[in-house]
């Protein structure tokens, strides 16, 4: 079985993690650039409208992002710039997107680009994006 499985209603499965991330992210679902405040409004409006049939939709967590990036991936970004997240997940997105780590008016911007984490505005609106996830990531464990 292959790790990420596109589910052909705008979302894909990691089946490693048990967590399902939209195929877009906010930039390409809503055509503007946005800060983290905006990027948690944009979730609950998700969930309000049941996309892809939940209602559990939320920025994810610096290590749910960490776990769709990969230097072995080959994607690309708005400027077609190269990203590493699998190529599942459709071509345009953000170079960098929002996670839910804040530290007072400062929050965690994790980079698709070299895999690293960096402090930034939490009201700052770009070039940021969000990339929606749900579900818990569990750990796999071999029998």
């Given at each position: ?26 930039r ?20 309000a409208?049941k996309?892809?049939?939940f ?11 960490k ?5 072995t ?20 997105g ?17 980079s698709?680009?070299?895999?690293r ?19 818990t ?7």
């Amino acid at each position: 079985m292959p790790r990420f499985i596109d589910n052909q209603d705008g979302t894909v499965t990691d089946s490693e993690t048990d967590l399902t991330w939209l195929k877009k992210d906010s930039r390409q679902m809503t055509g503007r650039w946005m800060h983290l405040e905006k990027s948690w409004k944009f979730a609950d409006e998700q969930n309000a409208v049941k996309l892809g049939g939940f209602d559990d939709w939320r920025v994810p967590k610096m290590e749910d992002i960490k776990t769709i990036f990969d230097r072995t991936y080959s994607n690309r970004d708005f400027g077609n710039n190269e990203i590493h997240i699998p190529d599942l997940f459709e071509k345009g997105g953000a170079d960098c997107c929002w996670t839910d780590t804040v530290n007072g008016d400062r929050a965690m911007m994790f980079s698709l680009v070299k895999g690293r984490s960096s402090w930034i505005n939490k009201l700052g609106d770009g070039p940021f994006a969000v990339r929606l996830a749900r579900g818990t990531r569990e750990e796999k464990r071999s029998s």
